[in-house]
């Protein structure tokens, strides 16, 4: 089973940056990406970005193209969430997960999950 752990969260004001880290250990044959999530306060959970692991192929949502870039090291099992230009709209608690299979936007194929790390974006 995969398990991982993302690191990176904090406090920061209007317009500054962040790097999320997400390290997935014990990955198999069918674990084809990753996706970041977040989920404010009172509110469902999400779609950030996603990346897979061999083609580095990636996804944004809307609401984040253009200010946040996912990438990832094969080798390390390690994929990067870097934000800027970030907005008070940001804050969230921020969760990556492991996919079985390729990810996508829907929660459906993401079988192991961080414990999440709290993005807070100050006016």
């Known amino acids: 089973q995969v398990q991982v752990a993302e690191s990176g969260g904090g406090t920061v004001q209007a317009g500054g940056s962040l790097r999320l880290t997400c390290t997935a250990s014990?990955?198999?044959?069918?674990?084809?990406?990753v996706g970041w999530f977040r989920q404010a306060p009172g509110k469902e959970r999400v779609f950030v970005a996603l990346?897979?692991?061999?083609?580095?192929?990636?996804l944004y949502a809307d609401s984040v193209k253009g200010r946040f870039t996912i990438s990832r090291d094969d080798a390390q099992n390690t994929v990067y969430l870097e934000m800027s230009s970030l907005k008070p709209e940001d804050t969230a608690v921020y969760y990556c997960?492991?996919?079985?299979?390729?990810?996508?936007?829907?929660?459906?194929?993401?079988?192991?999950w961080g414990q999440g790390t709290q993005v807070t974006v100050s006016s």
């Open positions: 997960a492991s996919s079985r299979g390729y990810p996508r936007t829907d929660l459906g194929p993401y079988d192991a």
């Open positions: 014990g990955r198999k044959y069918d674990n084809y990406g």
């Open positions: 990346i897979t692991w061999s083609s580095g192929r990636s």
